[in-house]
């Protein structure tokens, strides 16, 4: 007998698939009958998040069934023999509809081919020794359709605006946004930065037409007393909504 579930239209169906993950739909819903079956697999968008617990039966069960209309996927510590699989298999090349791509811990070889057609690119704790601005214009390079850049840093190299400037200028990038934070320990004031040319670094035309707002501060800290002067120079470069 149908139960009051079953009885709802395609429309609703649809609307509460959006809130849910792929992994919870095909869980929980597949195989109740064969009308919620073919709803699944014409549900327009399907976003899946996948953990080293899920993926055995997202790669047999769920991926060969939404392909063609992922749009969001998430690989959270996904690496070792896992890892190897979408490699050798090239699964990430099969996701026509691909648009955006969540890395956590997870290495980034593997998805080289499929940077051109994000339009959005997470990576947590992405591990790269001596990593500077050329690694970053790599990455625009692989993502020609990027619009949304966020980067976090704890170097001081990172808040060169010039060079941030020419970075940007030969991409699509419409929102960007950059949280640099760093300790500056000094002895004599020659060796202090001068927050204040980073800040009119920041102020040309570039940014201001970008409407990309860019807050430079810092607090000084005499860590070793009036005796034996040493500074800590607390800086925060970041960025602000309009």
Known sequence: MPTCFENLNNELFYETFDYMDSYEIFYSLANLNQRIDNLICTMPRMHADITPDSFLFYYEKILPSIKSHLISLTLDNINGVKLAIFSTTHVLQTFAHLKALTLIGTTTTIVTNTLPVLRYLKINSCDVKDFDYSH?????????????????????????????????????????????????????????????????????????????????????DNVWGAKRSRFEQHVKVYSVDN
């Open 136 to 220: 970053i214009q790599h990455v625009f390079k692989l993502c020609p359709n990027l619009k949304w850049f966020s980067f976090s840093s704890y170097k001081v190299k990172f808040v060169n605006a010039t060079t941030w400037k020419y970075v940007l200028s030969s991409t699509k990038i419409t929102k960007f946004h950059l949280d640099v934070q760093f300790v500056n320990m000094y002895v004599a004031l020659r060796d202090k930065i001068d927050i204040d040319k980073i800040r009119q670094e920041f102020e040309n035309s570039f940014w201001r037409d970008k409407k990309w707002n860019i807050v430079c501060m810092d607090y000084i």
